[in-house]
């Protein structure tokens, strides 16, 4: 079995989120925190394994676990080993902000993860609280520092460029990848059910630092068939890339290869659908093949687009529901 929507699209990558708590305040997502109005308790390991195992099963190959914060789940080291020993799975990413990396990145190297993305939205201490409401970038660098130092192959940072925070940093990121062979990539900050204002003042069009990135000298580098969407560059004299997330983008759909599942066990065949389509109570039932039968089912209803650019953000209040 294979997942392929109505459009040819393909579907090797899942982004499966533990849980909808999140302990940071960034001021594009969660500026009051958490509402707390969903039931409390993500998806058990049995039905993890049952949702991995289906997926596997259906030609996926990498799976990328998110939350809110999946840190704050203290199983997520055993989460990480059931989705790497699953047959079929060959890559398992971690997004996270960071907290707990300086502490428990060894763990989750033992336990098989092979790649790790971590938020940071600037590289000034005081610019960095004040966009996230916690005083913790030298920690989180640190935890960086281990990261690499395990030998982990894929670290990633995440910025959302603000125009009036974070925009104006642009040379520090830079000059950070100068000395450092991780990738940064910049994501452009996308419109949601609360931050409709805030979107309004902060927004800063993708196409523009694409344009800044051309213009020094940077080449575009060719995605890998596992890659979500962002487009990536390089530059002879830096030793990190450059990561361009830009979803107002012309045709940044067309290349759609990932599903999200969130903690609540819905099947979200966009970021931006009208809503999650409830496959919990298969999940429960641990039968592999009717997980199967109904993903399949639904992605036959998946659009060819988000709309976006048409102000439509369908059912995502916030970014912290399925880990952006």
């Not at 990145?105 to 092979?114: E, F, P």
């Not at 994501?187 to 069009?205: C, W």
């Not at 999940?283 to 089912?297: K, P, T």
Request: proline residues 2%.
């Amino acid at each position: 079995m294979q997942l392929q929507d109505t459009f040819g699209r393909r579907f090797n990558y899942l982004r499966l989120s533990i849980t909808e708590m999140c302990n940071f305040r960034c001021n594009y997502c969660l500026p009051n925190g958490n509402d707390c109005d969903t039931p409390k308790g993500g998806l058990s390991l049995t039905e993890i394994k049952t949702l991995v195992s289906a997926f596997a099963a259906m030609g996926t190959t990498k799976i990328r676990i998110t939350g809110g914060e999946p840190a704050l789940r203290k199983d997520l080291t055993d989460i990480i080993t059931l989705c790497k020993q699953t047959p079929g799975i060959e890559k398992v990413a971690l997004t996270t902000n960071g907290f707990l990396l300086n502490r428990d990145i060894k763990k989750y190297t033992q336990a098989g993860l092979d790649a790790i993305n971590v938020s940071a939205d600037s590289l000034d201490t005081r610019m960095f609280a004040a966009i996230t409401g916690k005083e913790k970038l030298e920690d989180i660098l640190a935890g960086i520092d281990k990261a690499i130092s395990a030998g982990m192959h894929s670290v990633k940072f995440n910025t959302v460029l603000l125009k009036q925070f974070n925009y104006k940093e642009l040379g520090g990121f830079f000059d950070y990848l100068k000395h450092h062979a991780v990738t940064w990539r910049f994501i452009e900050l996308m419109q949601t059910g609360d931050n409709t204002t805030f979107f309004a003042d902060n927004h800063v069009p993708g196409n523009q630092l694409k344009s800044i990135l051309i213009n020094q000298g940077w080449q575009r580098i060719m995605r890998s068939k596992d890659a979500g969407p962002a487009q990536e560059f390089s530059h002879p004299d830096y030793q990190g890339n450059i990561g361009l997330i830009m979803p107002y983008s012309k045709d940044f759909c067309d290349s759609c290869n990932r599903l999200r599942v969130s903690s609540q066990g819905k099947l979200h065949l966009c970021l931006f659908a009208e809503q999650g389509l409830d496959i919990r109570h298969l999940l429960a039932s641990e039968d592999v093949e009717q997980v199967c039968e109904a993903i399949i089912a639904h992605l036959q209803d998946k659009r060819a687009t988000h709309y976006l650019s048409e102000g439509y953000t369908g059912a995502t209040k916030q970014l912290a529901m399925l880990g952006g």
